[in-house]
Structures are given as C-alpha cells and as structure tokens.
C-alpha cells in the first residue's frame, strides 16, 4: 500500500485529482470507478476546475459508480444518480452514455446485479477505482461481514449506515434500508484504487484499514491485498497510525 498523508482535505483532494490527471493523460478513455459521499466532493471540484481550464477531457472516460440505493429513483435528490449528475457529470464533457450507476428503482434488482456486473466486465473492467470508507470498513455499500468472493449484489444496510447517512433525509426512517452494491470481489478487480479519508472520525476505520487484521469484518481491510492502492489520508484521519505516511 502506497500511502499519502496530506495537511488537510483540500490537499488530500489536490493528491488524489493529480493522480487521476496524470492516468487520463496516458490513458484518455480510462474507466474510473466512482464514489459518493461527502469525502470525494473535493476531488470532484478539482477535476471540473481542470476541465474548465482546458487541462482534461473527459470525452472518451466511461465511469461506473460503486453503488445505489434500492427504491430511490434518478430523480430523488438523495440518489446517487442525483449526487453524480449534480456534483460531477453536469459541468463536464462526459457523455452520458458512458456513465453507469445501478437502477435503484429496478423491478428486478438480481437480475440489475448480475448486468451490472457483466457491463463492467464488457467494458474491459475498472481501470482506477476511487473508494471513500465507512466507519464501520465498509467499502461501496460492502457492510462489515460481506464476502469478499462477492460480486455486485443487493445488502442490507447496517443501522450505523443509515444513520451515518441520516443527515441527508428528513429522517432516519426515510433512509432506505437496501442498496445495490458492487461487490468486493468487483472492486479488488479494479486495476489501481485510490482511497480517501479525511478527519479525526476517520481516524479508528483508517488505523484498522492499514494495521488491523484482514477481515470480512472490517472488509476495507482487503484493501492490504491489492496490489495497486493508494491511500491519502489528511493529518486526523492518520491521527491513529503507528507508522507516519509519506507527507505529500
Ligand atoms: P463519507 O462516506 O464520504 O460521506 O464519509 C464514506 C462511506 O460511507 O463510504
């Protein structure tokens, strides 16, 4: 695991924007692998401003999104296909046929699975994947005892979840209790992954992440298999390491 230790979240999300500049400039159809979630809006900001300033493109990118949750339609402003559009794909060049993020309102949310993850399978797999963690270790909707052998699939989101999640709906009870989810097996496919973590609330699911034990029960743990991860952290995130990161 390579690791970054950055001042603060601006700086974490100047780190993780260069590397993404850096693989779409050798590679300008990359397929990004996709996050929601309040940790990758940085990063995001950073690549529309490097968009608008004419140094990336965005044209011949295909994006595929870790998640969704089941029973929210595109339009509900608490979807992912809301976050993405609003956040992401509308300020920049992106064709939206080359962006895929699971159905959450499908009829048939197996079968969205299994062509899910055949359309990332036919799209030549993930190239660069973008992970933020939950405070539990989840990665994507991946809740601590998933399989790592798993591939996109439907879960039920544990309490801590939805109520971490709870912010964004009027109530707890509006948070729905099911998402679609690439599986972990999906993600650990991805050929280079960048995960970001920033703050002191991080701090205990980083140290666990990075020097805890492998485990289904904190499944970003697996992370230690792989061989491309990047993880950049901010200094409260870190807080909890016994060994320091690379400072940026
Ligand atoms: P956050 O969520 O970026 O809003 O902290 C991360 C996650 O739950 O994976």
Excluded: W
């Amino acid at each position: 695991m390579k690791t970054y230790l950055a001042e603060d979240y601006e700086q974490m999300s100047a780190k993780a924007a260069e590397i993404i500049k850096e693989q779409l400039v050798n590679k300008p159809s990359l397929t990004l692998g996709l996050a929601t979630g309040a940790t990758p809006l940085g990063l995001y900001k950073k690549l529309i401003s490097e968009y608008q300033k004419e140094q990336l493109s965005f044209h011949d990118v295909k994006t595929v999104n870790l998640d969704e949750y089941l029973g929210l339609s595109k339009n509900d402003v608490n979807s992912y296909y809301h976050f993405m559009y609003e956040n992401f794909f509308r300020h920049i060049n992106i064709n939206p046929n080359h962006t895929h993020i699971p159905n959450g309102m499908t009829e048939d949310p197996q079968q969205e699975c299994k062509q899910y993850e055949q359309m990332i399978q036919s799209i030549g797999g993930i190239d660069l994947q973008v992970l933020g963690i939950g405070l539990n270790g989840h990665i994507g909707f991946n809740e601590p005892g998933s399989s790592f052998d798993c591939s996109t699939h439907i879960v039920q989101l544990d309490k801590s979840t939805r109520q971490a999640n709870a912010r964004f709906f009027p109530a707890i009870e509006d948070v729905p209790t099911e998402a679609i989810t690439m599986g972990i097996k999906t993600i650990m496919n991805a050929r280079q992954i960048i995960l970001l973590a920033s703050g002191a609330k991080k701090a205990e699911a980083v140290r666990r992440l990075m020097e805890g034990k492998v485990e289904a029960q904190f499944p970003a743990s697996v992370l230690q298999l792989h061989p491309n991860v990047c993880i950049i952290l901010d200094k409260d995130a870190a807080s909890l390491l016994r060994e320091r990161s690379t400072s940026l």
